[in-house]
């Protein structure tokens, strides 16, 4: 029997609407660790912002910035940062059209814009607060996400502009960019292909519009119920909601724990 790993989505997934991380999933996680199971985060946050969360799991392999950002056991295997004049450019229309953006590297963010109020409530709703600005942060180091705040009537148009960046919207007010074919998907891929593991012993679970392409690529896409109805569509399993013990239903049912 071949190696088998498991990815967990944080937000919606292992995190509840009130960023709690129920006791349910922390013993299921231990319970795959001991099984010999390798266990691995894929989210659209950066590294630095859910450090603690890898730390009281014990993970140290995670897709980060929906999937620009890969690590394999504490070591970085791949990196797929945006492109720098792109970056600029995009900057200046959306200062253009008062719409503000948030740059992340490995280890921080900066805001290209002061006290905004679409970033106060959609960093807020992630338990983050409004980051420090520096709107030329991108000049001498690797961006691998930035954050368009704009309703999503308002997005096409940067779309339509911006053939080099894929856009997956994750608050009302707020849109990830991302290298265009950048994904969850891709950056599972690349790690698999890089330790070896069949594509089949690959398991996923989510429930925001950037898990679906992750959850169509692995062996078994795993929707949790509180997740999107698009999302639910795609998957192979829908398990029980994050704060009815989701991860713990989820993996029992694969029979990946007892």
């Known amino acids: ?39 691995a985060i894929a989210t659209g946050r950066a590294p630095f912002m859910f450090a603690d969360l890898r730390e009281k799991l014990g993970i140290h392999s995670f897709v980060s910035f929906n999937g ?16 720098r004049h792109k970056l600029h450019e995009l900057k200046e229309y959306a200062h ?21 109020p679409y970033i106060h409530v959609s960093m807020g709703s992630l338990k983050f607060s409004h980051p420090p600005v520096d709107p030329l942060y991108y000049e001498n180091r690797d961006i691998y996400q930035a954050l368009l705040f704009c309703k999503p009537e308002e997005e096409q148009a940067y779309v339509n502009a911006y053939p080099e960046f894929h856009f997956v919207r994750w608050h009302s007010v707020s849109t990830d960019v991302l290298p265009s074919g950048g994904s ?23 429930d925001g519009l950037n898990d679906m392409e992750m959850l169509q690529f692995v ?40």
Not at 25 to 34: G, P, R, Y
Not at 68 to 83: A, C, M, R, S, T
């Open 1 to 39: 029997m071949g190696k088998k790993i498991v990815f967990f989505d944080i937000d919606g997934t292992l995190l509840d609407e009130n960023k709690e991380l129920p006791p349910s999933a922390v013993s299921a996680i231990e319970a795959l660790k001991a099984s010999g199971i390798y266990v």
């Open 68 to 83: 620009q950002y890969v690590v394999f056991e504490g070591h970085v295997i791949d990196k797929n940062p945006l492109h």
């Open 96 to 116: 253009e059209n008062g719409h503000p953006l948030i740059f992340m590297d490995a280890e921080d963010m900066r805001a290209s814009v002061e006290d905004h």
């Open 184 to 206: 969850k998907a891709e950056g599972i891929r690349k790690l698999i292909e890089r330790i070896g593991i069949a594509k089949e012993d690959v398991y996923a679970f989510g």
């Open 219 to 258: 062996g078994t896409g795993v929707a949790m119920g509180n997740a999107k109805e698009e999302v639910k569509k795609v998957a192979d399993l829908v398990t029980k909601r994050v704060d009815e013990e989701g991860i713990l239903y989820g993996l029992m049912q694969l029979e990946l724990i007892k």
